[in-house]
């Protein structure tokens, strides 16, 4: 299955410039919403459609998303940019990757944890802040190497290049009490395993959120 590499640039004109608060909010869980519904305009050819799409936010207002079909051409956006994805890996081949993801674990009697929230639990609240970036470090880290195993790649090099923690899209209440997610962002190099299972995982996207602008891995061959 040939997939489809694309990037979409909200278009500039007066009528869509008119909506750019709606489109683009300033708060950040806001904007992911928003962003999710107006990536889904480009895709949405029947009622009944299932998302077949990565997606994630390249800079304000371009995106870039890998896709089974080629996004439609519609108003909110220019003209989209699309070029076949079918990378050609053997083992051993080696990649730089980017990555933003929202990595999460099973633990007992809560579902799906974030991994960098629950490794913090067990810190003294007092010392959480300043703990978070190595926390966030090692958790993602071990996290990653945990997609490898299955996902058919060794880490040859990985630095986590930021972790925030956004209320869910659509929420409505407390904000102190707003469900949250956190979104990791991952670069570095990885070495292949099996191409295979490469391809297919990464056409399927790493982590959970996926809806909201995570899980797409970005590789070039590294240097």
Not at 43 to 71: I, K, M, N
Request: hydrophobic residues 40%.
């Amino acid at each position: 299955m040939t997939l489809h590499l694309s990037r979409l640039r909200i278009a500039s004109r007066p009528s869509v410039d008119a909506l750019s608060r709606l489109i683009s909010p300033d708060e950040a869980g806001a904007r992911r919403g928003a962003h999710h519904r107006l990536i889904w305009s480009a895709f949405a050819d029947h009622p009944d459609r299932q998302r077949d799409f990565l997606w994630r936010e390249e800079e304000r207002g371009v995106f870039l998303t890998l896709s089974e079909r080629p996004p439609l051409a519609i108003d909110l956006f220019e003209p989209p940019e699309v070029k076949p994805f079918d990378p050609k890996l053997s083992t051993g081949d080696r990649l730089a990757f980017r990555l933003r993801a929202n990595a999460t674990r099973s633990r007992k009697g809560a579902g799906r944890v974030d991994v960098v929230m629950d490794a913090l639990h067990a810190v003294p609240r007092d010392e959480r802040a300043e703990a978070r970036d190595a926390v966030a470090q090692r958790e993602g880290a071990a996290w990653l190497a945990r997609q490898g195993v299955t996902a058919g790649f060794d880490i040859l090099d990985n630095t986590i290049t930021g972790y925030t923690a956004e209320t869910l899209p659509e929420h409505r209440g407390p904000r102190r009490h707003a469900p949250r997610f956190g979104i990791l962002e991952f670069e570095g190099v990885i070495e292949i395993s099996d191409p295979g299972l490469f391809i297919a995982k990464l056409s399927q996207g790493f982590g959970r959120a996926k809806a909201f602008g995570c899980g797409l891995m970005l590789i070039r061959r590294a240097g």
